[in-house]
């Protein structure tokens, strides 16, 4: 009777500590890059959903049914904007006139600070997490939403916060000094679509893109023959694949002008959360996180472009 008894007591006791810990406000992302923000702020106070997974294309990913439902049932949803994700914007639109809270937290950032789109008039490049100066903003964005969705836990969230807008910051730093390796004429980043503009102005690279910036277009021959002819006549060693873009166009770039495909970058999704890659200084990244993946992505194009 006493065993049974102590089993019970063990079972409620479990039971509060786990209710106590437990999630207390549901938040949905479209993209990796802003779950991972929500992860280092949110921990386990936050039910985080992602709506796209690896090696998925915002440009043109369309809400499933079970996406739908989550989003119903969301108290918080935080996408890129920007016209980031195209076909999104009318399911997010429409969740929003139901009542939940929806932010487009890329949108935070100054309009001065933004490039323009090669594509739309009037429009952004949204690939605002290629340059840790603007994605930092992006986190303030993130954090504010967090504490507005949750202002029991603000005190935390905003230590987690500030911790992490420090890794972001130094991440800056980092490529830098890597990136001060590659001899300047070989600073050009060519890969399948316009998604590095932001990291060639904040590391000071000539990009690329043979696509535009969004993928709803494929490359046309010209293109192609354009962008082998300039590899050929800049000398450039290596072009690189996208991890959410079809590699054809740049294989087959890369037979035309005689470049090595230099390795694939993450563009537009982080990679699986814990799979590892080893830096040339020993150092592991996991590219399912923001500054694992950035590190990888700089690490692969040194490596490709340096002496
Ligand atoms: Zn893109």
Avoid: C
């Avoid at 060693?237 to 037979?255: H, K, L, N």
Wanted: glycine share 8%; aromatic share 8%; net charge negative.
């Amino acid at each position: 009777m006493k065993t049974l008894f102590g089993r019970i007591f063990f079972l409620v006791a479990a039971a509060l500590a786990y209710s106590s810990s437990y999630a207390s406000i549901r938040v949905v992302t479209s993209t990796s890059q802003i779950a991972d923000i929500v992860r280092n702020i949110g921990g386990s106070e936050v039910d985080l959903k992602v709506l796209m997974g690896p090696g998925v294309d915002p440009h043109l990913y369309k809400a499933t049914a079970r996406d739908v439902i989550s989003l119903q049932r969301a108290d918080l949803i935080l996408y890129n904007g920007l016209h980031l994700e195209g076909r999104l914007a009318e399911t997010f639109s429409k969740v929003n006139k139901l009542g939940r809270t929806v932010v487009a937290v890329g949108e935070v950032i100054p309009k001065d600070r933004l490039l323009a789109s090669a594509d739309y008039e009037d429009a952004h490049d949204p690939h605002v997490w290629f340059d840790p100066s603007l994605w930092v903003m992006v986190v303030g964005s993130v954090e504010a939403s967090l504490i507005a969705a949750d202002p029991s836990n603000a005190a935390l969230f905003a230590d987690r916060a500030s911790l992490y807008k420090k890794k972001v910051e130094a991440l800056s730093i980092w490529a830098q000094e890597r990136i001060d390796s590659v001899p300047e004429s070989r600073r050009v980043l060519v890969t399948s679509h316009d998604a590095y503009n932001y990291f060639g102005r904040a590391f000071g690279f000539q990009v690329v893109g043979v696509q535009g910036v969004s993928t709803a277009s494929e490359a046309g021959l010209a293109d192609i023959i354009n962008t082998a002819d300039f590899i050929k006549k800049r000398g450039i060693p290596a072009i690189f694949v996208e991890s959410s873009v079809s590699p054809a166009t740049i294989e087959r770039i890369s037979r035309d002008s005689g470049a090595r495909v230099g390795g694939e970058l993450f563009s537009d999704a982080l990679g699986a959360l814990g799979e590892l890659h080893e830096g040339v200084d020993g150092e592991k990244f996991d590219v399912g996180t923001y500054l694992g993946m950035f590190k990888y992505n700089v690490d692969t194009i040194v490596r490709a472009l340096g002496d």
